[in-house]
């Protein structure tokens, strides 16, 4: 620190970050937010925010966002969720660009065509990348048709291993 108080300067800073930290940990009282977009947009949020409140209601392991743009796990990041979040996409770009995203960890993974293909692929990856175990739950969403960006309308909470995606 600089000035002419260096050790009271010092002194604040360690005062603000020991009340952010806590604050941290505190329950945060997530509200539903109306937006008022494009029908896509609408959908895209509502669906974001329920995947973060699902995910913390059930203790979720992660989130996977199964993305070729990034659009869908930017959404989910916004909303600055505790569990993980876990970026799979067969994009490379998407895939360095997603590493500098506040709360993400991103997979690459092959092409998927189809959305069981795609549950498999995704929840395979993070399994090998010793991310999630087997029975882990995990809340999956992405946008469907695969491939067009800012449509984030698929949601489903998956067990680990529960179409057999881990016996391989």
Not at 81 to 108: D, F, H, K, Q, S
Not at 125 to 152: C, E, K, M, Y
């Amino acid at each position: 620190a600089n000035g002419s108080y260096p050790a009271r300067a010092v002194e604040t800073m360690v005062n603000i970050a020991a009340i952010a930290e806590q604050n941290i940990l505190m329950p945060i009282d997530r509200q539903m937010r109306v937006k008022h977009g494009s029908g896509r947009e609408e959908i895209s949020d509502a669906v974001s925010q329920a995947t973060v409140q699902v995910a913390e209601t059930l203790g979720c392991k992660a989130i996977i966002t199964a993305t070729m743009s990034g659009y869908t796990t930017r959404q989910i990041a916004k909303e600055r969720p505790r569990t993980p979040i876990l970026c799979v996409t067969p994009n490379e770009l998407t895939y360095r660009r997603m590493a500098l995203v506040w709360g993400v960890l991103p997979i690459m993974v092959p092409m998927f065509d189809t959305i069981d293909e795609m549950i498999s692929v995704v929840v395979r990856a993070a399994h090998q990348a010793n991310l999630i175990a087997r029975g882990d739950s995990l809340v999956i969403i992405a946008g469907v048709p695969f491939g067009t960006s800012g449509q984030t309308n698929f949601l489903k909470i998956h067990m680990a291993g529960e179409y057999g995606e881990l016996d391989e």
